[in-house]
């Protein structure tokens, strides 16, 4: 979902810097899963891992293009979209890990599925998005307010209250700045989301141009952030 674009610049930045961001992603769940293999490592994994997915469709998707058959873009792109939205309840699920609620495996999959069903329903929405005849993604206005609702309100807002509360129930000052360093990172890997919604909407070239190289230097400095605050203590 992020870089998308009728330019050159889009497919420069898919082609040679999303083949990067996957590599770093899947070593950053690799590293996680070394040090132990329990629910909170292998739910903040899964969120690495998923991002990562989510890039390689990007890749796959502009590859794919050459075919021009309609039905396997729209798969593809749709695919890496909601994979890309959906990811990010792991980071809450893990938050909340972390915070000692007691979840159940039925509890857990229960609200991986109703996240999962939230995404779907949001990617259905009747002409949300569309592809241009040179299978460029463009969201309309109401997709976007209707994006940016469920992004608020089922990302960034519970990452917020459950972060307040997790910062808490830290006394240790050294625990606190690594709390810090992983709240900035979870910030980031939001705005991210948030921008790419508005890079698919607004088809402004001084934005696009911004966001398109601020965008590979937040994913990466996010992604460690996340892993240095917390995932490396685990």
């Known amino acids: ?39 909170a490592p292998i739910t903040l994994s899964t969120f690495y891992i998923i991002v990562s997915v989510g890039l390689m469709l990007n890749i796959i998707y502009l590859l794919v293009t050459i075919t021009e058959v309609e039905i396997v873009l729209y798969l593809l792109y749709y695919l890496s ?66 994006a940016y609702i469920y992004i608020t309100f089922f990302i960034a807002v519970p990452s917020i209250v459950y972060s307040i509360q997790l910062s808490r129930k830290f006394i240790d000052q050294n625990l606190k700045k690594k709390l810090k360093m992983f709240l900035i990172g979870i910030t980031g890997m939001i705005f991210t989301l948030y921008g790419a919604i508005l890079f698919n909407t607004w088809q402004d070239p001084i ?27 685990l």
């Open 1 to 39: 979902m992020i870089f998308q674009g009728t330019e050159w610049i889009r497919e420069l930045f898919i082609l040679i810097l999303y083949p990067f961001l996957v590599i770093f992603f899947l070593i950053l769940a690799y590293k996680v899963l070394k040090r132990k293999r329990d629910r």
């Open 81 to 146: 979209s909601f994979l890309t939205i959906f990811s990010f309840i792991f980071i809450i699920l893990f938050i909340n890990i972390i915070l000692k609620v007691d979840f159940t495996n039925k509890k857990y999959l229960l609200i991986v599925f109703f996240y999962a069903l939230g995404c779907i329903l949001l990617h259905l929405f009747p002409g949300g998005i569309t592809l241009t005849e040179n299978w460029t993604p463009v969201y309309n206005w109401i997709f976007f307010i209707l």
């Open 207 to 233: 934005f696009k141009s911004i966001y398109s190289v601020s965008v590979i230097i937040i994913l990466i400095s996010s992604g460690l952030l996340i892993y240095y605050g917390i995932g490396r203590t």
